[in-house]
């Protein structure tokens, strides 16, 4: 048997960075820039007004903040305009925030020093040294300047920077496409009626979401019942567009497990690993009908907990692989156990747990009371998974473990 660790490492050692794709900046949000930006413009592209207010030359106003000084209005200038006006001695022009500075002038009066006019005269009661009100072009940015580098990731912010910056696409490391192929004849689509003995198909939805929240685009394929040239017909079809493609079911030691046995020799390692949930696990590089294009199978449980537990400890780490994206896996954190737990000798346990923070900022984890691999309501229930080591038999409440936080942040 291997470890859980061994067994990403496996799978990481085996996964390769998604391809580079030039896509529009909105889409890029999330994902990591495979080039440097460069400015093609200066930012601010020219000297502007930073207030409403009049443009002057700051000489114009010398004693304005003992008796108000009257300049003569020669224009008016708003975002957008052309600078076709021209500021002297004794004139003013009146800008908005944002206008382009007209000639001669060198400061700015904000509006609210002044008596308002929109035109004649203007009453200004207060002197202004030339520059405060005035954004000067390239103060930002300068054109031909990075901006952004290969390896960032794409924000909100990162986006209204290269918009700024001329640019209305990027070149990223494209999302990679999930496909979910469920398998087993009990499985039904949500929302349908059930026959006897019957379930509905919970794992398809569960991996599409998590494959989504871990940044992939996913689909899911309508259930393959438990029958190898069946589920060999439906994985050769997927290849074609799959960056990745995810079973779940058929891979333990039961009589109707089709995927073990059909994928066995197509390129699928199917090992035990030792955790639990989820010891049986398959994973390699698919080999299709046409050999030249393989595509990573990830091969999880069936039970949903066992699927849900080896999606976040193995698929999740080689999606963000290849997209670029790090930490790779989720930030591990330290909690006081809160209530005593048993787990088996040489299997390392994801126990699921609810973690809170105590008023001292201490992480607390409760066990969920359902530890089997069919409990989904306290797998749903639970926001982090407590890691028992496999040497640890018995853990006592106030023993501290690692936690993997589920969503993040944590209530109190
Ligand atoms: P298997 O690994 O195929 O033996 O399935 C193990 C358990 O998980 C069985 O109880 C199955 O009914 C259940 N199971 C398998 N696939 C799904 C699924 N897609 N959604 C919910 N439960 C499933
Ligand atoms: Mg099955």
Same mark, same amino acid.
């Given at each position: 048997?291997?470890?859980?660790?061994?067994?990403?490492?496996?799978?990481?050692?085996?996964?390769?960075?998604?391809?580079?794709?030039?896509?529009?900046?909105?889409?890029?949000?999330?994902?990591?820039?495979? %080039?440097?930006?460069?400015?093609?413009? +200066?930012?601010?592209?020219?000297?502007?007004?930073?207030? +409403?207010?009049?443009?002057?030359?700051? !000489?114009?106003?010398?004693?304005?903040?003992?008796?108000?000084?009257?300049?003569?209005?020669?224009?008016?200038?708003?975002?957008?305009?052309?600078?076709?006006?021209?500021?002297?001695?004794?004139?003013?022009?009146?800008?908005?925030?944002?206008?382009?500075?007209?000639?001669?002038?060198?400061?700015?009066?904000?509006? %609210?020093?002044?008596?308002?006019?929109?035109?004649?005269?203007?009453?200004?009661?207060?002197?202004?040294?030339?520059?405060?009100?005035?954004?000067?072009?390239?103060? +930002?940015?300068?054109?031909?300047?990075?901006?952004?580098?290969? *390896?960032?990731?794409?924000?909100?912010?990162?986006?209204?920077?290269?918009?700024?910056?001329?640019?209305?696409?990027?070149?990223?490391?494209?999302?990679?496409?999930?496909?979910?192929?469920?398998?087993?004849?009990?499985?039904?689509?949500? *929302?349908?009626?059930?026959?006897?003995?019957?379930?509905?198909?919970?794992?398809?939805?569960?991996?599409?979401? !998590? !494959?989504?929240?871990?940044?992939?685009?996913?689909?899911?394929?309508?259930?393959?019942?438990?029958? %190898?040239?069946?589920?060999?017909?439906?994985?050769?079809?997927?290849?074609?567009?799959?960056?990745?493609?995810?079973?779940?079911?058929?891979?333990?030691? *039961?009589?109707?497990?089709?995927?073990?046995?059909?994928?066995?020799?197509?390129?699928?390692?199917?090992?035990?690993?030792?955790?639990?949930?989820?010891?049986?696990?398959?994973?390699?590089?698919?080999? *299709?009908?046409?050999?030249?294009?393989?595509?990573?199978?990830?091969?999880?449980?069936?039970?949903?907990?066992?699927?849900?537990?080896?999606? %976040?400890?193995?698929?999740?780490? /080689?999606?963000?692989?290849?997209?670029?994206?790090?930490?790779?896996?989720?930030?591990?954190?330290? !909690?006081?156990?809160?209530? /005593?737990?048993?787990?088996?000798?040489?299997?390392?346990?994801?126990?699921?747990?609810?973690?809170?923070?105590?008023?001292?900022?201490?992480?607390?984890?409760?066990?969920?009371?359902?530890?089997?691999?069919?409990?989904?309501? +306290?797998?749903?229930?639970?926001?982090?998974?407590?890691?028992?080591?496999?040497?640890?038999?018995?853990?006592?409440?106030?023993?501290?473990?690692?936690?993997?936080?589920?969503?993040?942040?944590?209530?109190?």
């Amino acid at each position: 048997m291997r470890t859980a660790t061994e067994h990403l490492e496996a799978i990481l050692g085996q996964t390769k960075v998604a391809p580079r794709q030039r896509v529009p900046l909105a889409e890029a949000v999330g994902l990591v820039l495979d %080039e440097d930006v460069t400015a093609a413009v +200066d930012l601010p592209g020219f000297d502007n007004s930073a207030m +409403d207010g009049y443009a002057v030359q700051a !000489a114009s106003l010398a004693g304005a903040d003992r008796a108000p000084v009257e300049l003569r209005i020669v224009g008016e200038l708003a975002a957008g305009a052309d600078r076709d006006v021209k500021v002297g001695p004794g004139e003013a022009a009146r800008i908005m925030t944002g206008a382009p500075m007209p000639d001669g002038a060198d400061a700015v009066i904000p509006v %609210e020093q002044t008596d308002g006019a929109a035109d004649g005269v203007v009453a200004c009661r207060a002197e202004v040294a030339p520059g405060p009100f005035v954004r000067r072009r390239g103060e +930002d940015v300068r054109a031909g300047s990075a901006v952004a580098w290969a *390896g960032n990731v794409v924000g909100p912010r990162t986006v209204a920077l290269i918009a700024a910056s001329g640019h209305s696409e990027c070149v990223v490391h494209r999302r990679p496409h999930v496909v979910v192929v469920p398998t087993g004849d009990e499985l039904v689509r949500p *929302g349908e009626p059930l026959g006897p003995g019957q379930i509905h198909d919970s794992n398809s939805t569960m991996l599409q979401a !998590a !494959a989504v929240a871990a940044g992939a685009t996913a689909e899911i394929r309508s259930a393959v019942g438990d029958d %190898e040239d069946e589920l060999i017909r439906v994985l050769d079809e997927a290849m074609a567009h799959a960056d990745a493609i995810v079973t779940t079911g058929g891979v333990s030691m *039961g009589a109707y497990d089709v995927v073990k046995s059909a994928l066995k020799d197509k390129g699928i390692d199917f090992v035990s690993v030792a955790m639990q949930p989820g010891k049986p696990q398959g994973f390699g590089q698919l080999v *299709g009908s046409s050999p030249a294009r393989q595509v990573p199978l990830f091969a999880l449980p069936g039970n949903p907990v066992s699927s849900y537990v080896s999606f %976040e400890l193995f698929v999740r780490p /080689a999606l963000r692989r290849m997209m670029r994206l790090e930490p790779e896996t989720r930030p591990v954190h330290r !909690a006081v156990v809160t209530q /005593a737990l048993r787990s088996t000798a040489g299997r390392e346990q994801f126990a699921r747990a609810v973690v809170t923070r105590d008023a001292a900022g201490q992480l607390l984890a409760e066990p969920v009371a359902g530890q089997g691999s069919h409990f989904i309501a +306290d797998l749903s229930r639970a926001n982090a998974l407590l890691v028992v080591p496999a040497s640890v038999t018995e853990v006592a409440a106030g023993d501290p473990l690692d936690v993997i936080l589920l969503d993040g942040e944590v209530r109190s």
